[in-house]
């Protein structure tokens, strides 16, 4: 993979910071609001290709298929996997994220 091609697909470990920033907006976002959601289980399915780095050491790196990457990767392994991860903040509580309620909620 070229250094253009891995410059359209995302590495696994951003793209869990970007998750954990959304996160943490919505739950600032949410404080002191009347309406609350607990943040279960958040679970993602992931096509990632991996590259082998040949020098410094060595290893792999997980990358996150975007569409413009999708071409590139075709012509190597790809794999789909399931990540499944439990948002917990620093005190151990769980996570709440809450939206605003003007009025009573509506149903049917």
């Known amino acids: 993979?070229?250094?253009?091609?891995?410059?359209?697909?995302?590495?696994?470990?951003?793209?869990?910071?970007s998750l954990r920033q959304e996160l943490a907006v919505a739950v600032e976002a949410g404080k002191g609001q009347a309406l609350k959601f607990d943040v279960g289980k958040v679970e993602l399915q992931l096509?990632?290709?991996?590259?082998?780095?040949?020098?410094?050491?060595?290893?792999?790196?997980?990358?996150v298929v975007t569409a413009e990457g999708q071409?590139?990767?075709?012509?190597?392994?790809?794999?789909?996997?399931?990540?499944?991860?439990t948002p917990k903040l620093t005190s151990?509580?769980?996570?709440e994220i809450s939206d605003e309620l003007h009025g009573p909620p509506q149903f049917g």
């Open 71 to 85: 071409r590139e990767v075709d012509k190597m392994t790809k794999h789909t996997f399931k990540l499944t991860l």
């Open 1 to 17: 993979m070229s250094g253009e091609d891995m410059a359209q697909n995302i590495p696994l470990s951003e793209m869990i910071e």
């Open 47 to 63: 096509e990632v290709a991996m590259t082998r780095k040949t020098s410094g050491g060595g290893g792999l790196k997980f990358w």
């Open 92 to 95: 151990g509580g769980a996570v």
